[in-house]
T-cell receptor
Framework: DTAVSQTPKYLVTQMGNDKSIKCEQNLGHDTMYWYKQDSKKFLKIMFSYNNKELIINETVPNRFSPKSPDKAHLNLHINSLELGDSAVYFC????????????FGPGTRLTVT | AQSVTQLGSHVSVSEGALVLLRCNYSSSVPPYLFWYVQYPNQGLQLLLKYTSAATLVKGINGFEAEFKKSETSFHLTKPSAHMSDAAEYFCAVKEGGYQKVTFGTGTKLQVIP
């Protein structure tokens, strides 16, 4: 009974392609996030949605577009993939209260060749 | 603006020895502080969190952390390291009323048998 799930777990693709990563949470949380973790394990927030509304949009190339069809789902679409996009992408969710922790998915390892 | 500094990207301890992972924060308002652990090829999971209820916080797997406002620190400790503690540890800060979480750069803990 996975709390935050992501698909696919691995994604290998060539430069210039377009790909999507899906995320679903069954915790009833209102807020969902996308993070990028690079090879040095540095975690960078990309986007956050609260009840389907975009609330955090960090400096991320326009090639990245999040979409939240409902509050349990947050997808990430990436256009024109570049070598530098290779990383592990994590989805997370949390309650609205600032004292509440985030629950992370297992990650999607994206490799662009 | 909030920020987190983790001193030491790599820490090695012997099995049974004290674990001390350092975290200093910067925040313009009283913060909420978190420690997360990431095992290889997994997402992050919460170890413990400080929400102003008590300055000494106990978490899972025998870890604890003490919030020291005067030192702006939230160091993570465990009296006796176990081989299973080998992982990457992240300190994180969240300012009240704000959903953005800022993560430190992580500390990789190695436990030597």
């Amino acid at each position: 009974d996975t709390a935050v799930s992501q698909t696919p777990k691995y994604l290998v693709t060539q430069m210039g392609n377009d790909k999507s990563i899906k995320c679903e949470q069954n915790l009833g949380h209102d807020t969902m996030y996308w993070y990028k973790q690079d090879s040095k394990k540095f975690l960078k927030i990309m986007f956050s949605y609260n009840n389907k509304e975009l609330i955090i949009n960090e400096t991320v190339p326009n090639r990245f577009s999040p979409k939240s069809p409902d509050k349990a789902h947050l997808n990430l679409h990436i256009n024109s993939l570049e070598l530098g996009d290779s990383a592990v992408y994590f989805c997370a969710s949390s309650q609205n209260s600032p004292m509440d922790e985030q629950y992370f998915g297992p990650g999607t390892r994206l490799t662009v060749t | 603006a909030q920020s987190v500094t983790q001193l030491g990207s790599h820490v090695s301890v012997s099995e049974g020895a004290l674990v001390l992972l350092r975290c200093n924060y910067s925040s313009s308002v009283p913060p909420y502080l978190f420690w997360y652990v990431q095992y290889p090829n997994q997402g992050l999971q919460l170890l413990l969190k400080y929400t102003s209820a008590a300055t000494l916080v106990k978490g899972i797997n025998g870890f604890e952390a003490e919030f020291k406002k005067s030192e702006t620190s939230f160091h993570l400790t465990k009296p006796s390291a176990h081989m299973s503690d080998a992982a990457e540890y992240f300190c994180a800060v969240k300012e009240g009323g704000y959903q953005k979480v800022t993560f430190g750069t992580g500390t990789k803990l190695q436990v030597i048998p």
